[in-house]
């Protein structure tokens, strides 16, 4: 029978980079937090939308905004071929803007 159906908790499981993984236990080692009170911290800030928490995911959106931009065979093949101009539609505008205000606090 599992008895995870009676918990109020749900298990998490994700990969760190072996470096970022070795910093931050050093890091909260000496503030004594343990890793599951930092993560459990940052997913209560996300999932009840404090501002910290959407500072958080926008910093997220517009690092994955960047890497695709970069990424993309458009960025790559400028000036090699002729790049269709289109209306931006209000989602990309906004994507757009936070992006641009993104880089500011990076």
Not at 25 to 44: D, G, K, V, W, Y
Not at 62 to 85: D, E
Not at 92 to 101: C, F, H, Q
Request: with cysteine.
């Amino acid at each position: 029978m599992r008895s995870d159906i009676f918990v109020n908790k749900k298990s998490i499981h994700f990969c760190l980079d072996k470096e970022v993984h070795r910093a931050l236990r050093t890091r909260l080692f000496r503030h004594n937090i343990t890793m599951q009170e930092l993560f459990s911290a940052c997913a209560t800030l996300v999932a009840t939308e404090t501002a910290k928490g959407q500072s958080i995911v926008d910093f997220i959106i517009n690092k994955k905004i960047k890497n695709v931009l970069s990424n993309s065979p458009a960025n790559k093949n400028l000036g090699k071929t002729t790049i269709k101009k289109e209306p931006l539609n209000d989602l990309d505008s906004e994507a757009l803007y936070n992006m641009i205000n993104g880089l500011d606090e990076i």
